[in-house]
């Protein structure tokens, strides 16, 4: 299963280990450039429609491992706008598409796009990730062999999802998402690590049995259990140390696996 207990809660393989210097998120705008990112809005065609994706580049002289990240339920947001630059800070060329880019982009209200969401039809969702990372693989400043997809909430669930309907993937990160059906997982070929939260009984309660699904495939499915959080803790930063501690085991994991 890939996990082990400590001091009563249960920790992935990887661990939380050392606490990363806080997740500050700033603030964004259209194009963007810092002392160390750059980021702006991209297009790019899926099928015969238009995706809008925020796009984040670290600052570096060589190509560098490029990450997809899929947002909540929300949909587009400004957490998943600065998740994406955190990521360029660590190194990463990361993007993230607007997956409601097909229903004229997210809407405003929370509750729109949650309805919006709900009736994506998971091929159409296939479809726009595989052309997010078809783009982001043809772009100079990437690695096209090193990709890896992080997703949050509903786009967790999407990451695993994904990672059953994508090959190429080197790595994919689930942020307390469901797990797909359990005979797709036979199909994944990158490595996992997941981020749970002790205060979220509905997705903590299928985690064993898709651990025991994953072993089931013979594949490694690490994750961590973080105490005191609820879901979505990454975005609310309830307990900012517990935040910093799963993002540093995100990046360490990104880093091993896509080796940047």
Not at 235 to 241: A, D, G, I, N, T
């Amino acid at each position: 299963m890939g996990v082990r207990r400590l001091s009563g809660w249960a920790v992935g393989g990887l661990g939380a280990g050392a606490v990363l210097a806080a997740f500050s998120l700033t603030a964004y705008s259209l194009n963007r450039r810092t002392a160390d990112i750059h980021s702006e809005y991209v297009k790019f065609l899926s099928g015969k429609d238009t995706i809008t994706a925020y796009l984040a580049y670290p600052e570096r002289s060589q190509p560098a491992p490029a990450v997809v990240v899929i947002h909540e339920i929300f949909g587009m947001s400004d957490f998943v706008r600065q998740t994406t630059e955190q990521l360029a800070k660590d190194g990463f060329v990361a993007i993230a598409p607007d997956l409601l880019s097909r229903r004229g982009g997210t809407p405003a209200s929370q509750d729109s796009a949650r309805k919006l969401i709900a009736s994506l039809p998971p091929d159409s969702i296939t479809a726009d990730l595989n052309a997010t990372k078809d783009y982001v693989k043809k772009l100079k400043a990437v690695r096209p062999d090193a990709i890896g997809v992080i997703g949050f909430c509903w786009g967790g669930g999407q990451s695993f999802r994904y990672a059953t309907n994508a090959p190429d993937l080197k790595a994919f990160v689930v942020c307390y998402g469901p797990a797909p059906n359990a005979a797709d997982m036979a199909r994944i070929r990158a490595q996992g690590l997941g981020v749970y939260a002790e205060n979220d009984a509905r997705i903590d309660a299928g985690l064993s049995d898709a651990a025991a699904a994953m072993k089931s495939a013979g594949k490694s499915y690490p994750y961590t259990i973080y105490p005191g959080v609820g879901h979505g803790f990454l975005r609310s930063r309830e307990k900012p140390e517990v935040a910093d501690s799963a993002w540093s085991a995100v990046i360490r994991f990104f880093r091993a696996q896509l080796k940047s």
